[in-house]
Nanobody, 121 residues
Framework: QLVESGGGLVQAGGSLRLSCATNTRIFSNNGMGWFRQAPGKERVVVAAISWNGGSTYYADSVKGRFTISRDNAKHTVYLQMNSLKPEDTAVYFC????????????????WGQGTQVTVSS
């Protein structure tokens, strides 16, 4: 029900834009989040956005480099990633946010299958 796209291989300093498409039932009135999981590490939140885009959250590691946005007409949430670093390499997942802290993975559901982002040095 959530389909991520836009991942790939990019050199350090480059940019990628991830997309997460879903349907009206899931997208309407729900916040959305982007998570990432590097090999051998936990899945952690990268960015999140409220249902109307009025509130956003960014992990400290991506502040100033990543931007989350949403197009409610297209039922799609985006993650613009600039100034990419090798440590950004991970599988990126989108998920629907339900309630509570943006930071807690437990407050999200309806996960996508993920898209691989690899940043070479």
């Amino acid at each position: 029900q959530l389909v991520e796209s836009g991942g790939g291989l990019v050199q350090a300093g480059g940019s990628l834009r991830l997309s997460c498409a879903t349907n009206t039932r899931i997208f309407s009135n729900n916040g959305m989040g982007w998570f990432r999981q590097a090999p051998g590490k936990e899945r952690v939140v990268v960015a999140a956005i409220s249902w109307n885009g009025g509130s956003t959250y960014y992990a400290d590691s991506v502040k100033g480099r990543f931007t989350i946005s949403r197009d409610n007409a297209k039922h799609t949430v985006y993650l613009q990633m600039n100034s990419l670093k090798p440590e950004d390499t991970a599988v990126y997942f989108c998920a629907t946010y339900r309630r509570g802290s943006y930071i807690s993975r437990a407050n999200y559901d309806s996960w996508g299958q993920g898209t691989q982002v690899t940043v070479s040095s």
